[in-house]
């Protein structure tokens, strides 16, 4: 099967109205909540589960993908206009782009960062179409001690990526394992720390994991160190359009951040924090004019926001040839695949190829619309930010308790909202990084059905972990990725030392 | 390693409004709390078989093997604490991450989110999400307590008969009058 005539067909599903109309819904859904603080694309992916019953998979994971890029562009937007990166990987764009907004240049800016995106998603999505298959191709000889492997690999890497204490990271991942466990054992039927509750014999949902971290913890923590500014929005967003000037230096960046972007999301470690970093460090490194760098560069702004979009197709990659996330998005796309009894992987590409196709397809439609929707709209959806603080903190209240509640009205769940929202206040205050937890809640239990079917076929010999070449040398990468920090470290230092002292401080 | 990574930003907080000074904070208990959780899982472990005859492992030795590493987890963060390590609040939007905690907003927001437990099963969704929705406004500094009653149940009963129609089902509207 070969991989245009696929994405062809798969345009002919995507280009249908109603499907059009999803990925309208998603991409502006997903610009919102990527402006709007407190709400970013995993909790809303999340918070429309429970709406998957109504709609077909196919236009489901359409308005999902269009959340995902959307949250994207909707990020870049914040982070220039009011230098509040929503997430880590546009804290790369607010550090130029905001200084270009202060210097009158925030539409250059801005359409440097949409434009920068959509470049970066089309070619990224291009690389998707064509990796994606060959991947999957690979995968299919994939044995459990290869796949059990790989996930000890995604394991080290998100908890030692993600944070800023590799302590911390691993006691985020292992709180997400020991949630994972709880519940029936699926292969001995056996109840695990169920403390007597048949409620909990089901185990514990992603959706209330994550709903209660993201949604309860951020609005107890924002209630306890609230910033009481009132609503600003951009007096900045003003001044001239791109240059001709501007084109001839962003373009490139644009190409290279890709370049970075897409190759490292694909990895299992994920995240898009190493590529923007990389891409800045890259950018300044070879431009001609460094001396601007912390002062508003337009290569600044190009490369991490194009590295940005393109990591967050990369993700996608091993999450539909090996069925991995390695972000909190991508274990809640997992969570929706399984909602709807599909298991991501290279089994997925032939048993649901139209789904599959379609997906990659509306990533391409996603892309256009939201360059329509972001480039002569931004002034609209700044204004989301007028929102009240008090109602907008309320409302996202409300809507845990519908995502919570609403799962299987159990009251059981409404205690595990409480105690896992305060822990992630906790988690906030102590700086603990939350995806971790997530990967480790939906990897975990798949991780321990690897090993243990793999130890069944090597008859309980511990070495038949490491008896196929690819297995032992994703176990010793694993053992290598301990050491990722001391190289992020260096990056950061790296981008954020050398422009003109400590740009931070300029918030 | 990270420590130093986390130099500027730390320093820099020190210096600006929040004047968390000195003595460097010590959350022993959350090392604690992590051997404690821990603990528990390797008790819920010693109930289950640790192997099986043709797998190897059982049910059990997953929840022993989590259990060891969250206490030698939580040993090493005790470790940390004891050697000054930093924690520095998490940045975001909205939040003053170096700013003291105003504990009667916190408590506020903790009612709100902890109501539901008291009232979802008696007075139902719109009335206990409008609630928690007045609460949280009020956590965040509103003081017009009945408009945000208002809003709040408009926002719910909007959310209940909305989401019912798309096929969630959020419980009776007030159960303890259905009963």
């Known amino acids: 099967m070969d991989a245009l005539g696929s994405l062809l067909h798969g345009f002919s599903i995507a280009l249908q109205p109603i499907n059009l109309f999803w990925a309208f819904i998603g991409s502006a859904l997903g610009t919102a909540v990527g402006v709007l603080p407190g709400i970013g694309p995993a909790l809303t992916i999340a918070l429309l589960l429970p709406v998957t019953t109504q709609i077909a998979p196919t236009s489901a994971f359409i308005m999902f993908a269009g959340i995902l890029y959307g949250a994207m562009y909707g990020g870049s937007t914040t982070s220039i206009l009011l230098n509040t990166p929503g997430e880590s990987g546009s804290m790369m764009t607010a550090l130029e782009g905001n200084k270009m907004a202060r210097a009158g240049r925030g539409a250059a800016a801005l359409a440097c960062a949409a434009i920068g995106s959509f470049v970066a998603g089309t070619i990224a999505t291009l690389a998707l179409t064509f990796a994606a298959p060959a991947i999957a191709e690979i995968a299919f000889i994939f044995g459990p001690e290869d796949y059990f492997a790989l996930m000890v690999l995604s394991f080290t890497c998100v908890a030692v990526v993600m944070g800023s204490s590799r302590v911390r990271g691993f006691i985020a991942l292992f709180l997400g394992l020991a949630l994972g466990v709880i519940g029936i054992d699926g292969t001995t039927g056996q109840a695990r720390l169920t403390f007597g509750s048949p409620e909990l014999l089901d185990g514990i949902e992603l959706t209330i994991v994550l709903v209660s971290l993201f949604a309860v913890g951020e609005t107890l923590y924002v209630a306890s160190r609230f910033r009481n500014a009132p609503a600003q929005i951009n007096p900045l967003s003003g001044g001239v359009w791109m240059t001709r000037e501007d084109w001839r230096r962003s373009f490139k960046p644009w190409l290279r951040g890709t370049a970075i972007g897409f190759p490292i999301g694909a990895l299992p470690a994920g995240g898009s924090e190493i590529p923007t970093f990389l891409s800045y460090a890259v950018e300044r490194r070879l431009s001609k004019r460094p001396e601007e760098f912390g002062h508003g560069a337009i290569e600044g702004v190009a490369g991490p926001e194009a590295a940005n979009n393109a990591a967050a197709a990369g993700i996608l990659v091993p999450l539909l040839t090996l069925g991995l996330p390695t972000s909190a998005t991508s274990a809640v796309l997992l969570a929706a695949f399984q909602n709807y009894g599909l298991q991501p992987g290279p089994f997925l590409f032939v048993s649901n190829g139209d789904l599959v196709w379609a997906l990659i397809a509306s990533l391409y439609v996603g892309n256009v619309m939201l360059l329509i929707l972001n480039l002569p709209l931004v002034g609209l959806w700044v204004r989301l930010l007028l929102i009240p603080r008090p109602y907008l903190y309320g409302g996202i209240l409300v809507f845990a308790m519908v995502g919570v509640w609403g799962l299987s009205t159990s009251w059981i769940d409404l205690l595990c909202m409480f105690l896992v929202g305060l822990a992630g206040y906790v988690m906030r205050v102590y700086d603990f990084p939350i995806a971790p937890v997530l990967i480790g809640l939906i990897l975990g239990p798949m991780a321990e059905k690897q090993l243990r079917q793999a130890l069944a076929i090597g008859q309980g010999d511990p070495l038949t972990l490491v008896s196929s070449p690819l297995a032992a040398s994703l176990l010793a990468l694993a053992v290598l990725a301990m050491l990722l920090p001391v190289l992020m470290s260096r990056l950061k230092r790296a981008a954020e030392d050398e422009p003109a002292g400590n740009p931070e401080t300029a918030a | ?179």
């Open chain 2, 1 to 179: 390693m990270s420590g130093l990574s986390n130099n500027p930003r730390s320093a820099e907080n020190l210096g600006s409004e929040d004047g968390r000074a000195s003595a460097p904070v010590r959350p022993w208990w959350l090392g604690v709390g992590i051997i404690a959780m821990g603990a528990i899982w390797l008790y819920g472990a010693v109930s289950l078989p640790q192997t099986a005859q043709y797998a190897a492992i059982g049910p059990g030795l997953f929840v022993t093997l989590i259990g060891l590493a969250l206490v030698i987890l939580g040993g090493f963060l005790l470790w940390q604490i004891a050697h000054g390590e930093e924690f520095a609040a998490q940045d975001s939007e909205d939040a003053m991450a170096g700013a003291p905690a105003d504990w009667t907003a916190f408590l506020t927001a903790v009612v709100a989110a902890g109501l539901p437990l008291l009232t979802m099963r008696t007075l139902g969704f719109p009335v206990t999400a409008a609630i928690s929705f007045a609460l949280v406004a009020r956590a965040f500094g509103s003081r017009r307590l009945l408009l945000d009653i208002v809003i709040g149940a408009v926002l719910s009963v909007v959310a209940y008969f909305g989401f019912s129609r798309l096929g969630v089902s959020l419980g009776d509207v007030v159960p303890i009058l259905s009963r």
